[in-house]
């Protein structure tokens, strides 16, 4: 079984930029998250998704970040602008929630890093 | 805020020793889960523990989890050079809800 896909894997900006993200969960997975993981942090959840529609997205910063998942499969988030504190590890991951459990499964991350 | 938070936040021992890791949290939970990340694979998922359960094991991982005073525990039995990780545990949300909250980590250096 293919696992999340993430890309780029590597990104490197300016502040006051913007950048995106691209996320394909596992077929078939109907949940998808996206989280920040700054150096020395455990990841937190910015979005979460079920199919197409948005189950939380409180700790998203609404003002420069965006998060879509059109047909309910493949999802983008997006940085506009960039400021040096969103420097992080922007994690994708997927699960197939059922009877409350969710075992996420992770992509390998995409490391931002604005100068 | 962060539900879940682990103690030690690092922990040093020789291969073969066994590392116990904490996590406590503050709201009831549904489920409890612990995850491992490393340079080489990620964020990998390790076991679930729902709160009904006391105690669960696969392979050299042994979970206990005490509803009443909020924490869980990892322990790693016989450890291995290999695994030389940081440990989080995550909580769903507040409230119920499934909605995935991360610790800190405990990083975790095992000496070959």
């Known amino acids: 079984e293919a696992g999340v896909a993430q890309s780029p894997r590597y990104k490197i900006i300016e502040k006051r930029q913007s950048v995106a993200f691209w996320c394909n969960p596992i077929?078939?997975?109907?949940?998808l998250y996206w989280y920040q993981q700054i150096l020395g942090q455990g990841p937190k959840l910015l979005i979460q998704?079920?199919?197409?529609?948005?189950?939380?997205d409180s700790q998203l910063p609404k003002d420069r970040f965006s998060a879509e998942r059109l047909k309910g499969v493949d999802s983008t988030l997006k940085i506009q602008p960039a400021k040096l504190e969103d420097s992080a590890v922007y994690l994708c991951?997927?699960?197939?929630?059922?009877?409350?459990?969710?075992?996420?499964?992770f992509g390998p991350g995409t490391r931002l890093t604005v100068t | 805020s962060q539900q879940g938070e682990e103690d030690p936040q690092a922990l040093s021992i020789q291969e073969g020793e066994n590392a116990t890791m904490n996590c406590s949290y503050k709201t009831s939970i549904n489920n409890l889960q612990w995850y491992r990340q490393n340079s080489g694979r990620g964020l990998v998922h390790l076991i679930l523990?729902?709160?009904?359960?006391r105690e669960k094991h696969s392979g050299r991982l042994r979970v206990t989890l005490d509803t009443s005073k909020k924490s869980s525990s990892l322990l790693i039995t016989a450890s291995r050079a290999a695994d030389t990780a940081s440990y989080f545990c995550a909580t769903d949300g507040p409230g119920g809800s499934y909605i995935p909250t991360f610790g800190r980590g405990t990083s975790l250096i095992v000496h070959p």
């Open positions: 077929s078939g997975h109907a949940t």
């Open positions: 523990i729902r709160s009904n359960e």
């Open positions: 991951a997927s699960s197939s929630i059922g009877q409350g459990v969710y075992e996420q499964y």
């Open positions: 998704f079920q199919n197409n529609g948005v189950v939380d």
